[in-house]
C-alpha cells in the first residue's frame, strides 16, 4: 500500500536553528498538507499545499514556517528559529482531492524538539 | 469555539466486547473522518462518512453521523487487543482542506 514517508523520524535542534523536516507524498495525490501534535494536544492543521502553493494555512503558521516542494517528490516544511513551543510530532499527509473525499494519508511523522 | 470533541476520553473494555466512541462538533461540514493512533506513531485513516450519509459499515467498524445533532459514533464490534490505540474523529469544512480533529479517545482492549 502506498505511503507518505517522512525523515527524519526524531530532530533535535537548539533553540533559534533553522530546521527542514522532509515528506514525500504518495505519487498520485496533489494536495499536501502539514500538521502537528504537542504533546498530550490535538492534532493541529499548519498549512496545505496545492499547485505549487499554499492554498490554506493556519494562525500557527506565521512567517517562521514556510513550505516548498522543490522538485515533483518531495516536500518541505521549514522554521527558520525554532521556539522551545515549536517542540512537537510533525506529521505531513496528502491525498487525491482537496477535500479528502477519500481521507487523507499521514505519514509517520517526524518528533521535533527544540532545545 | 471547540470542533471535534470525543467522548469519553478513556474506554477500557475486555477483548471481544464492543467499543462506541461519540463525536461532537459545531460548524458545518463536508465529512466527517475517524483515524486511529497508535502510541508515538502517524494517524492512519479508517472510514469517512460524508454529511449526506447516515451509517457507514467497514469490516469491524460502523459509523453514524446525525448532521441535526452535529454528532457521530465509531463503533467497533469485537475489539481485539491489537484495536488498543487513540481514536480521532476529524471534520473537513463544506470549502477548503483543513481537517479539524477532536481531542481523541484512547481505548484500551484488555486481553
Known amino acids: 500500500e502506498p505511503e507518505v514517508t517522512q525523515t527524519p523520524s526524531h530532530q533535535v535542534t537548539q533553540m533559534g536553528q533553522e530546521v527542514i523536516l522532509r515528506c514525500v507524498p504518495i505519487s498520485n495525490h496533489l494536495y499536501f498538507y502539514w500538521y502537528r501534535q504537542i504533546l498530550g494536544q490535538k492534532v493541529e492543521f499548519l498549512v496545505s499545499f496545492y499547485n505549487n502553493e499554499i492554498s490554506e494555512k493556519s494562525e500557527i503558521f506565521d512567517d517562521q514556517f514556510s513550505v516548498e516542494r522543490p522538485d515533483g517528490s518531495n516536500f518541505t516544511l521549514k522554521i527558520r528559529s525554532t521556539k522551545l513551543e515549536d517542540s512537537a510530532m510533525y506529521f505531513c499527509?496528502?491525498?487525491?482531492?482537496?477535500?479528502?473525499?477519500?481521507?487523507?494519508?499521514f505519514g509517520s511523522g517526524t518528533r521535533l524538539t527544540v532545545v | 469555539s471547540q470542533q471535534g470533541e470525543e467522548d469519553p476520553q478513556a474506554l477500557s473494555i475486555q477483548e471481544g466486547e464492543n467499543a462506541t466512541m461519540n463525536c461532537s462538533y459545531k460548524?458545518?461540514?463536508?465529512?466527517l473522518q475517524w483515524y486511529r493512533q497508535n502510541s508515538g506513531r502517524g494517524l492512519v485513516h479508517l472510514i469517512l462518512i460524508r454529511s449526506n450519509e447516515r451509517e457507514k459499515h467497514s469490516g469491524r467498524l460502523r459509523v453514524t453521523l446525525d448532521t441535526s445533532k452535529k454528532s457521530s459514533s465509531l463503533l467497533i464490534t469485537a475489539s481485539r487487543a491489537a484495536d488498543t490505540a487513540s481514536y480521532f474523529c476529524?471534520?473537513?469544512?463544506?470549502?477548503?482542506?483543513?481537517?479539524?480533529f477532536g481531542e481523541g479517545t484512547q481505548l484500551t482492549v484488555n486481553p
Open positions: 499527509a496528502s491525498s487525491e482531492q482537496g477535500e479528502g473525499e477519500n481521507g487523507y494519508t
Open positions: 460548524t458545518s461540514i463536508n465529512n
Open positions: 476529524a471534520t473537513a469544512p463544506p470549502s477548503g482542506s483543513r481537517l479539524t
